[in-house]
Each structure stands twice: as C-alpha cells, then as structure tokens.
C-alpha cells in the first residue's frame, strides 16, 4: 500500500476570452456571458486551518465537515438522506485572514464564498519513495465571509449542529457555460449518473470550471445539454475519494493511492435560452 497523496495548490488562475484548461475550452461570446456563482455554508472545522504567511501566496485552507441531502421536495427544500462532504474553504482576503488566525478545531463556521477551481499538481508516493505527479484540477470555496458561530464543540455536538441547520446549509447557485459536454453512466440500459462540467466567471475575468454530477431522471434531462449552452444550477457540494492505480517509474511496482474529489451535485438544473444577440451572431456566421 501506499502513502496518501498531498495536493499542492497553484493558486493559478486562468483568464481571457477563449479560456482553455487541458482539453476543456470556453468560447465566450463577446462580454455577454451570463454568470453568478454563490455558495452558501454552515460547516465544522476538523483539521487546525493551513495558514500560509510567505506574501506571495498569503492564504488559509480550512476543511470542514458539511451535510447535504441528495435531493429537494416540492417545496424546494433539501430532503433524503444525509451525506457528509469535507470541502476546502480557501480564504485570501486580508481581513477574513485576521479572522481565520483565531479559528480552531471544533468551531461551527457560517460561510459565504464562491465555487472554485484550480489547476494542481496532484502528488502519489510509491512504498519505494518514489513520488509521482500528474497534472489535475480541484475544486474548493473562495470565501467572501466567514462568521464563527460557536467555539470548539466536540463532533457529536457539532453533527447536531449540523442537522439543524442542513436546510439553509450547502447549498450552491450557479449560472455557467457547458465547457465540457456530458458523459453518462448506464446500468442495465438505464442511465445512471452524468458528468459534465461547467465554466463559470466567479468575480473580475477570471473563470472556474465546476465539475457538475446527475443522478436519475436528472441526468437522463442533462444529456441534452451541449457545449456552449448556458444553464442554471442550484446543487450542494459532494466530496469523495475515488482509489487510484499508479505504475511507479522506478521499481515498476502499482500501488494504490486515494484521491479526494468534489463535485456539484444539482438539485435543479435548467438550460437557459440563447441569448438573442448571440442568435443574432450565430446566424450572421453562417
Ligand atoms: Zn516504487
């Protein structure tokens, strides 16, 4: 077996018109791409916050535990089954840094923040010592706010906590472009789940891309959804670890190591109408 991996954040951000990250390229049409990006959080930390002082990448991560349903009812709230996700809150704000020196383990947080993305170098280490890295993107929340409500419960307490506040917890609205169009998943000739992922223009140029995940009826739904078409999501995060295989390059040995993904899963999700503009150029083109 293997040492688990560590992720090292590059922070780098890409921007500009026809964005490309690895294979997955945005064309956006002229400055009208529609955007908004909100993520709304009540969570509790469980590992002491990384503060990072060196100038040129000032930062904190914070990881917290957060609940989410799979599902809404007909009124829109959140129902099901009660999973838990473990996100990284990223905060570079001067004065939320101020804030984040004095969280510790066990506090109960009430975030805002936006849904991000950046590139990383993703590490393994084979039982050799031989380490790997592969290029990859993760997913995590920009804090905006951050308000501690309580100080250093312990978990049982805080998974209370946590049930309590799970309708108004977890919960991401996202308006962006199919960057990447879906894949779906079948079991007996049923679609099961879809992946596809999304861009989208958090604050200034710059744009994340979100990694969005269907289940059911809703992925049959966003099969229909093509690169290039706008749509609407309002979802909760969900984090996993998916088991990966690596060759080592030295003594040629596979061995395992986990990785931790997070993804946006939709309660709603909805195509919007190309904008007339846009239809307008499109007809021009042609
Ligand atoms: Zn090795």
């Not at 951000?13 to 529609?34: A, H, L, P, W």
């Not at 109960?108 to 993305?117: A, D, E, H, T």
């Not at 419960?153 to 960057?179: A, M, P, W």
């Not at 986990?258 to 042609?286: C, F, G, M």
Request: glycine residues 8%.
């Amino acid at each position: 077996m293997s040492k688990s991996r560590s992720t090292k954040y590059s922070g780098k951000k890409e921007s500009g018109t026809g964005v490309r990250f690895r294979d997955c390229k945005v064309e956006q049409k002229g400055n009208d791409i529609m955007a908004y990006n909100a993520v709304w959080l009540y969570g509790q930390v469980i590992e002491k916050p990384v503060i990072n002082q060196r100038t040129e990448d000032e930062g904190a991560q914070i990881k917290v535990k957060i609940l989410r349903r799979p599902y809404t009812n007909k009124g829109g709230i959140a129902s099901g089954k009660l999973y838990v996700s473990t996100p990284i809150v990223s905060v570079t704000d001067k004065s939320l840094l101020l804030k984040v020196a004095k969280i510790r383990m066990g506090d109960m947080l009430s975030i805002r923040g936006v849904l991000s993305s950046c590139d990383v170098e993703k590490h393994s280490v084979c039982d050799c010592g031989n380490a790997k890295s592969a290029l990859g993107i993760t997913t995590y929340i920009t804090a905006l706010n951050i308000r501690r409500c309580e100080k250093g419960i312990d978990q049982y307490r805080g998974f209370e906590l946590l049930k309590e506040h799970v309708v108004e917890s977890n919960t991401v609205v996202l308006l962006g472009s199919v960057c990447r169009p879906p894949e779906s998943y079948e079991k007996d000739r049923k679609i099961t789940s879809a992946q596809y992922q999304i861009a989208v223009k958090s604050n200034g140029k710059h744009l994340d891309y979100i990694w969005v995940k269907n289940f059911g009826k809703q992925a049959a739904e966003a099969m229909s959804f093509k690169k290039g078409d706008d749509v609407f999501i309002e979802g909760s995060i969900s984090t996993r670890t998916i088991s990966r295989t690596e060759k080592c390059d030295k003594c040629g040995i596979e061995y395992k190591w986990d990785e931790t993904v997070a993804e946006l899963i939709p309660y709603t999700s909805a195509r919007l109408p190309t904008p007339r503009a846009t239809k307008a150029a499109i007809q021009e083109d042609n």
